[in-house]
């Protein structure tokens, strides 16, 4: 899996004080990239039986998110933590 | 995409919607009173505001005055009464609209009714406190945006007028897909919004203020009347031969060139309402109300919030044992093209009494123009998780 950009999401999570952000991917994401994001520190919840599963990280900062076949996932961030974007995308350049 | 979030946003609009925008956009512009003889825009405001008086129970549509929405509505309510809050009664279950105006006023903070469990205020509380004397008005919001939840406004309005309280009622989320009958209840104003229920565009909207309320423009400009005077009221400021000794005449809480392009697809979504019938959309709607309630009710795992006896708006929220709130709009929006709304719904308070929490609620809520089909694409998604 490879990041090749990133997006402010028109569907943030203002309403909490959290900022959101769609990283968008060079393919659509398989269950092996979903498996890779797992290396991303958080707790991991895997819905792998939906027809198209989803996938969620969480930790007190950001909050990873997404769905196998999307060419994007979501990215929410806290304020306080807004560089942690940039590092995750860094990650997976 | 199955689109569920018309308390938000109504899509689709009537297509004699889009075609009048379309054809409004494409025709030489006018506005009130300004014209160059190329069209009379002045007559489809009338109408449209004739339309509304009868979607809203007014009679006196003269004193229904266009804005962008109810939050503009609702702040220039609030600025041009000038009760303090303090002296305002009003709900938990208010939209932010409601509430940022009234707590970031100049003054103390607005009394706060509770709700019970379904989003519902008791009139009897609203008595209570309205009997201790201290309130000038009340702001009652006639259904929630969060439950669905109907108030008794009716009789909120005979305690109101008992008390001799300034009856104000936002109607963001009833006009258009519930029965409105603003003067029978005695309401004194009254903020609307044009882009919900009214199947009109975003950017539209309104407010009424009832004959004899002392109510102040919160805002001043032109209009394309009178433009000699400067200064109305009783004090000329040294400009004695270009002021009015009243500010009574209702065109200037109307400043600026107003959204014609918007007044138009107001006025033919509203004649659209009228064409079917108010009463006929009511009825399909709870229709539609009920099939979703009835489906939901049988999925394990969905917790329905804020359902009881009392009357409800064709919206419905709820929480899953899976997925918070968020977390499970975005898996029907991004697994199943199914597209709802997760949140507080800018109702913040109303949380703690509906047992929602602070992750709020999935809501779904419903237009003429959807089917029992998107029902059950609904239905089945979530039934998925159990």
Redesign the interface.
């Known amino acids: 899996m490879r990041i090749i950009g990133k997006r402010k999401s028109l569907e943030t999570c203002t309403e909490a004080g959290w900022d959101a952000f769609d990283l968008l991917t060079e393919a659509p994401l398989t269950d092996e990239d979903i498996i890779c994001l797992r290396a991303v520190e958080g707790s991991f919840l895997y819905l792998r039986k939906l027809k198209k599963p989803f996938f969620k990280i969480e930790n007190h900062n950001y909050i990873v998110k997404g769905v196998q076949g999307d060419s994007f996932f979501r990215f929410a961030v806290h304020r306080d933590h807004a560089d942690e974007v940039d590092r995750l995308a860094e990650m997976f350049r | 995409m199955v689109y569920l979030n018309n308390a938000a946003t109504s899509y689709p609009k009537p297509m004699c919607v889009r075609e009048t925008l379309v054809r409004t956009i494409d025709a030489p512009p006018s506005g009130q009173y300004r014209s160059a003889g190329i069209s009379d825009a002045g007559d489809i405001m009338g109408e449209c505001r004739k339309r509304l008086g009868a979607i809203l129970g007014i009679r006196d549509e003269n004193r229904i005055f266009f804005s962008s929405g109810s939050t503009e509505s609702l702040n220039m309510l609030f600025g041009g009464l000038g009760i303090p809050p303090e002296q305002i009664i009003t709900t938990v279950t208010e939209h932010n609209s409601v509430l940022r105006p009234l707590f970031n006023r100049t003054g103390g903070a607005p009394v706060l009714l509770p709700c019970d469990a379904e989003g519902f205020v008791s009139p009897a509380v609203f008595e209570a406190e309205a009997r201790k004397g201290a309130a000038r008005a009340a702001v009652l919001n006639h259904c929630s945006n969060v439950t669905g939840t109907v108030q008794d406004t009716a009789e909120f309005g005979r305690i109101a007028r008992k008390y001799g309280l300034v009856f104000v009622l936002d109607v963001s989320q009833s006009a258009g897909c519930l029965s409105v009958k603003a003067d029978e209840w005695g309401v004194d104003a009254l903020a609307f919004t044009g882009h919900k229920s009214l199947l009109g565009i975003q950017g539209t909207g309104g407010f009424f203020v009832r004959e004899g309320v002392p109510f102040t423009p919160v805002m001043f400009g032109g209009t394309g009347r009178d433009s000699r005077v400067i200064v109305y009221g009783s004090e000329s400021k040294g400009l004695s031969d270009i002021h009015a000794p009243s500010a009574s005449d209702g065109y200037e809480y109307e400043v600026g060139t107003q959204n014609m392009p918007g007044i138009t697809a107001l006025n033919e979504a509203a004649g659209f309402l009228l064409s079917k019938g108010i009463e006929q959309i009511i009825a399909e709607e709870k229709a539609l109300t009920e099939y979703c309630t009835a489906r939901l009710s049988k999925i394990e795992g969905i917790r329905l919030i804020g359902q009881g006896n009392h009357a409800h708006s064709p919206v419905i929220s709820f929480q899953s044992d899976?997925?918070p709130p968020?977390?499970l709009a975005?898996?029907l929006q991004?697994?199943?093209g199914i597209v709802t709304r997760a949140?507080?719904h800018?109702a913040p308070l109303i949380h703690k009494y509906i047992g929602s929490g602070e992750q709020?609620t999935v809501r779904v809520s419903f237009s003429l123009f959807n089917t029992k089909e998107d029902i059950d694409a609904l239905a089945a998604a979530l039934e998925?998780?159990s």
Do not use: K, P, R, T
Request: with cysteine.
């Open positions: 899976i997925l968020a977390d975005y898996v991004n697994s199943f949140g507080l800018c709020g998925e998780f």
